[in-house]
């Protein structure tokens, strides 16, 4: 994603510095499209090898990128510090711990080409290392846009979702893992589901005020810079995750018999999904208005408009086998097409925007 504002922290030729934050969306929108892929045609046979070819790609474009990432924290601490207190560029470090996130849940479609128990310890430390960094960002972050005395408009998107709300996806992960440990390690998949209900909780009443607040600003201020606008369309990525996430543990909670099945849960789970179906097409308008101004130029940003998408798909058909509702299925099926569509273009324009150098120029 690209940073619109303070170019004093954007490097005017390629170096360490090239390689921020922003470029984990790529990690992001890859594994979510690896993710509704094996939802539609499993984990096995030539769909299998296709998917596991993948994961070992993405696996590759995010180790790459974690490297750089510590390296520039070993030789730039204070640089890495400035960038992380900034208040654009900050948010944008919870898409590490994100990526962490969907790393797990891609390796967890990789156990007929790897093995169950190593499987099993991958999809742990990535879980673990999901929610203590982004549990620290998070709070770093807020902290820092707290003390604040004035926010800059123009400086404010929905990229402050990220950093906050972004505690409701890792019980993603988490689902995962106690669906597929809790018989080989009861003790330890129940501190899994009651922590992922705490970070449901954190996300959840973050979004309600985040999203409040970002509302309010919209409605109130000039749009933010053109190259910003993808970033509205994290406000149906986070709506989507919370009703997956709000899905999956109550699910859970009752697998690892911690709390009663709760029908509640699935209600909230549905009205959230349905405040995503509403977030996808204000975000569609407001992208299509500005594309249709030419003021929308490529940028790492795009890949806003692919995460979104399949965690929307996701959360479809788990609400259709939710509340048994066939034609969800379907109406999933058309999301599919538009995500497969929407990564199609970003990669392309990403792959011409890499030869070209100008990938690299964007900070």
């Known amino acids: ?3 619109i504002s303070n170019k004093a922290l954007t490097p005017s030729t390629w170096s360490l510095s090239t390689f921020n934050s922003n470029w984990f969306v790529i990690v992001m929108g890859f594994g979510g499209v690896l993710n509704v892929s094996a939802q ?50 900050g948010h944008f470090f919870a898409l590490i711990p994100i990526a962490m ?24 430390i990535f879980w673990l290392l999901s929610i203590s960094l982004g549990l620290f960002i998070s709070i770093v972050i807020t902290e820092a846009q707290m003390r604040q005395t004035a926010h800059n408009t123009a400086q404010v998107s929905f990229a402050w979702l990220l950093g906050s709300v972004s505690t409701a996806l890792f019980p993603l992960l988490g689902n995962i893992i106690v669906a597929m440990q809790w018989h080989l390690y009861p003790l330890w998949t129940r501190f899994v589901n009651v922590t ?26 000039p749009a933010p810079p053109a190259p910003g606008t993808p970033t509205s369309w994290l406000l149906l990525g986070a709506a989507a995750v919370l009703s997956l996430s709000i899905l999956g543990v109550a699910r859970d909670s009752t697998l690892v018999k911690e709390l ?7 209600f909230l789970a549905v009205a959230l999904w349905g405040l995503a179906g509403w977030s996808f097409l204000l975000g569609f308008v407001m992208a299509f208005r500005v594309w249709i101004q030419k003021k929308l130029p490529f940028t790492l940003s ?46 392309l324009n990403t792959v011409a925007a890499a030869l070209t150098g100008r990938l690299f120029r964007q900070g």
């Open 40 to 89: 539609l045609w499993g984990v096995t046979g030539s769909s299998g090898q296709w998917i596991s070819g993948g994961v070992w790609i993405n696996t590759g474009i995010f180790a790459f990128l974690i490297v750089i990432w510590l390296i520039r924290w070993l030789v730039t601490p204070s640089k890495m510090w400035q960038e992380m207190m900034h208040p654009v560029m």
């Open 196 to 221: 992922d209900m705490a970070f449901v909780g954190m996300g959840l009443f973050l979004f309600i005020f985040f999203a409040a607040y970002l509302l309010g600003r919209y409605f109130s201020a």
């Open 101 to 124: 996130t969907i790393m797990g849940m891609n390796w967890s479609l990789m156990s007929g080409a790897v093995g169950q128990l190593a499987i099993n310890r991958i999809m742990n």
């Open 302 to 347: 795009w890949w806003a408009f692919v995460f979104p998408v399949s965690a929307y798909v996701l959360d479809s058909r788990s609400i259709a086998t939710a509340i048994h509702v066939g034609w969800l299925v379907n109406y999933g099926d058309i999301f599919s097409a538009l995500l497969y569509l929407f990564f199609a273009i970003v990669l």
């Open 260 to 266: 009663p099945g709760s029908s509640f849960a699935v």
């Open 1 to 3: 994603m690209e940073n």
